[in-house]
């Protein structure tokens, strides 16, 4: 049987507890936002402060006249505004700035407890029995049990204070994820072992380092498949000589030394923070060697017909990880080129600057000028090296570079029905081809020894051919490093699948050009004159977009090679250790949509799954 009351409920419901709620309100209006006005700020909270007073005194006169039915509701109701009151007073606590440390911490979390903890059972007694206002009676029992949830939602709420006092007391992070640190590659092995000189490795680390462990097992399997490294161990405090003389000013430095060249890799000889550079070891290895093997190089990338390398030309300023090739420029950078634009305005209209070592045009999506493809020609007349991505979508045309390295470009794009990269689900799929034949040359020598079944991807490829020779002209020398599986097919009606008059067989998709030397290679005043021009075509733009080359390693091993085969370091050749996990890469679009579905699409989850709970729970309540 319920237990009732038959007195006004204004003692459990009514203007008491908006008092004391709109006290509160007031309180946090002077203290939040009326701070910066003295004036203002101190008549809002001393205002609030009269209310919260004045309320918890009528309650405690409410209590102690309450009869027998409403007597323990009234209670409940009086603790939750005493607590309000020692909320406030740690608030306000006399003496703030004397308290520091973790006490000052944790009067800051328990003066929020409290409070939540006394507000949230007078604001649900309050909703509780304004429910029965209407026919003038109050059920003590129900205010008693709204007061009681309160209390149970205050302290599940006050667990999150608490945990992230605790947080921030003993703030550690526990990192389980896979950890190893990269070995030698053979790109690293081969670089140092084509050096003139011997390269010393002098490791600068305290004697008993987690981070010198890991730093000495790379470089002593560097020294022992090259002879060329020379491993040293030295304590900067034991060594200081040394350490001056090589610029060495804390632990965890390693210092690569080739005669009067050196280069420093700085690492954290904290293991845990160690560990991202520790994944990439391999490659900072490779980016120092190759400085201290030689000055810097400069790389031009055409620019200016819509490439790959462009910059963002729509409002966003965003591009679709396939159509931007960002990871190029590292990759360059890493075998250290200094990477500048190529343009019209650049003066590609004129000639290429003498300083350029290496050329690329990466998938231009409009034509040349005729005064840029002259310039490009006579470029690689006189001995100089041109990568070349062609889109089978483009506009772009060889021109007279066509007839220089004796390639013709078949725009029909390539389809594979049977082996195929899924993206879409469904037709267009089939332009996603995947091959493994590979044929021997420098500028795919890692390619060349891959194990059956380790393939590369083509997003959107051509085809290649040969041209006849141009009369009057030695022929250059072509090598096809790359073709498709023999499944593949031109799609001529473009309707992705195999008809009528389309043939499958292995299509030519990348040729390495080696071209004549303009001279006889006896003028000592123009050294270029005695070699001859290098090229690299590829069939495919895209195999140089981010997202394939961040995704594929293939396709990464392909460009390295072939950029270094061009700049005459073909020696350099070979892959590049990592431990890096691939990260998950989406368009700023996406970066939002997967904000959103976490900040809100979650918590909405929870929620929802709660409230149809309550529904169903409420629904099976007898009557």
């Known amino acids: 049987m319920a237990i009732t009351m038959t007195t006004p409920p204004s003692r459990l419901v009514g203007w008491i507890n908006w008092s004391m709620l709109g006290g509160l309100l007031l309180l946090f209006i002077g203290e939040r936002v009326l701070a910066g006005s003295d004036t203002p700020r101190y008549a809002a909270a001393g205002l609030g402060l009269a209310y919260i007073v004045a309320a918890t005194i009528l309650r405690a006169r409410a209590a102690l006249l309450a009869p027998s039915g409403a007597k323990c509701a009234e209670r409940a109701l009086l603790a ?22 973790h006490t000052a911490d944790a009067l800051a979390v328990l003066w929020p407890i409290l409070l939540v903890c006394s507000v949230l059972p007078i604001l649900l007694a309050q909703l509780a029995g304004g429910r029965a206002r209407g026919g003038g009676r109050v059920e003590g029992l129900r205010v008693l049990e709204a007061s009681s949830g309160g209390l149970t939602i205050g302290l599940a709420l006050s667990l999150a204070f608490v945990v992230a006092w605790l947080a921030k007391a003993r703030d550690e992070k526990l990192d389980l994820s896979y950890f190893r640190t990269s070995r030698p590659g053979t790109a690293t092995v081969n670089m140092v072992s084509s050096l003139a000189e011997p390269l010393d490795v002098l490791l600068f680390f305290p004697q008993v380092n987690e981070v010198k462990d890991e730093v000495t097992s790379y470089f002593g399997e560097l020294a022992k498949r090259s002879s060329r490294a020379k491993l040293e161990e030295h304590d900067r405090m034991l060594s200081p000589k040394l350490a001056e003389e090589l610029k060495v000013r804390k632990d965890g430095v390693v210092v690569l030394r080739r005669g009067t060249q ?3 890799i700085t690492l954290d000889t904290d293991l845990a923070k160690a560990r991202n550079s520790l994944r990439t070891l391999d490659e900072q290895v490779q980016k120092a060697v190759a400085k201290v093997a030689r000055s810097p190089r400069i790389a031009y990338l055409t620019v200016g017909h819509g490439e790959l390398n462009d910059p963002p030309a ?29 343009g019209v305005t650049s003066g590609l209209g004129q000639a290429v600057p003498d300083d350029a070592q290496v050329v690329l045009a990466l998938g231009p999506a409009r034509a040349f000028l005729a005064e840029e493809l002259a310039a490009l020609d006579a470029y690689l007349a006189k001995g100089g090296a041109l990568l070349l991505a062609l889109d089978p979508e483009s506009k772009f045309e060889l021109g007279p570079l066509e007839a220089r390295v004796g390639v013709k470009f078949d725009r029909t794009q390539l ?3 049977k082996v195929y990269l899924v993206d ?29 079944g380790e393939g590369m991807a083509l997003l959107g490829a ?27 097919f031109a799609d001529a009606d473009g309707d992705m699948a195999f008809g009528v008059g389309e043939k499958r067989t292995a299509y030519n998709l990348v040729v390495a050009v080696e071209l004549a030397a303009a001279g006889d290679g006896k003028d000592a005043k123009d050294p270029k004159t005695a070699k001859g021009g290098r090229a690299l075509v590829l069939a495919d733009a895209q195999l140089f ?10 396709n990464k091993v392909l460009v390295a090679d072939g950029v270094k ?4 370091e073909e020696a350099w050749a070979g892959d590049t250790k990592s431990e890096k996990d691939v990260e998950i890469q989406h368009t700023r679009k996406q970066d939002v949509a997967w904000f959103y579905t976490t900040i809100l699409g979650a918590p909405a989850l929870v929620l929802g799954g709660g409230l149809l709970a309550v529904h169903r729970r409420r629904k099976r309540r007898p009557a």
């Open 314 to 342: 729509d409002a966003t300023g965003e591009r679709d990880l396939k159509a931007r090739a960002n990871l190029v420029k590292s990759l360059l950078e890493l075998l250290n080129y200094k990477v500048k634009d190529l």
């Open 262 to 264: 050196t280069e420093l």
């Open 565 to 568: 085969w061009l700049g005459g």
């Open 424 to 452: 879409r689900r469904n037709p267009s799929d089939r332009r996603g081809i995947a091959t493994d034949k590979f044929s021997a040359h420098a500028s795919a020598t890692t390619l060349a020894r891959v194990r059956p």
């Open 415 to 417: 389809v594979d029905d």
């Open 80 to 101: 939750a505004s005493l607590g309000v009151i020692a909320a406030l007073f740690l608030y306000f606590r006399p003496g703030v700035g004397a308290v520091t440390g």
């Open 545 to 554: 977009s981010d997202y394939v080359l961040s995704q594929f390693e293939l």
């Open 462 to 488: 051509g085809s290649l051919s040969d041209l006849p020779a141009v009369t009057g002209q030695k022929p250059p020398k072509r090598t096809y490093t790359v073709r498709s599986l023999s499944s593949t």
